[in-house]
């Protein structure tokens, strides 16, 4: 399950969403970022293994226990993978805000927020 150090969606919708919106930025942007074409093709070949997994399982006649853990597999494989492309394709060279905000990647809060004194 993604967590809020890596900044992945929670949700699976969510993050199948953003592996979409992963895949135009970087194809738009592969010669600026140096992205290897196998890289993409990799992130698209999981995004379509979850999306193939996905439906499966939604079809009533095709769900079975099987099914939901080729589902559960196919997100692990493309979160695992996510979380990797973004180590070594978006921390270095850093982004810019507005590169990580066309990700879908919240970007990092350099200003911590104060909080209130308890009242309790």
């Known amino acids: 399950m993604a967590t809020d150090k890596d900044r992945l969606p929670k949700s699976r919708a969510e993050q199948?969403?953003?592996?979409?919106?992963?895949?135009?930025?970087?194809?738009?942007?592969?010669?600026?970022?140096?992205?290897p074409?196998?890289?993409l093709t990799e992130?698209?070949?999981l995004r379509n293994a979850?999306?193939?997994?996905?439906?499966?399982?939604?079809?009533?006649?095709?769900?079975?226990?099987?099914?939901?853990?080729r589902r559960k597999d196919s997100?692990?494989?493309q979160t695992g993978f996510m979380r990797g492309f973004k180590r070594r394709r978006?921390?270095?060279?850093p982004l810019t805000d507005?590169?990580?905000?066309?990700?879908?990647?919240?970007p990092h809060d350099e200003h911590s927020?104060?909080?209130?004194?308890?009242?309790?």
């Open 98 to 106: 507005s590169d990580y905000v066309s990700l879908g990647i919240k």
């Open 16 to 35: 199948l969403a953003m592996a979409d919106g992963w895949i135009s930025v970087c194809v738009a942007k592969q010669t600026d970022w140096n992205i």
């Open 50 to 69: 979850v999306r193939t997994a996905l439906e499966t399982v939604k079809n009533e006649s095709t769900r079975t226990p099987v099914a939901n853990a």
């Open 75 to 77: 997100f692990d494989a």
């Open 90 to 93: 978006f921390l270095s060279p």
């Open 37 to 39: 074409v196998p890289a």
């Open 43 to 45: 992130l698209a070949a």
């Open 113 to 120: 927020t104060p909080s209130t004194a308890p009242t309790a």
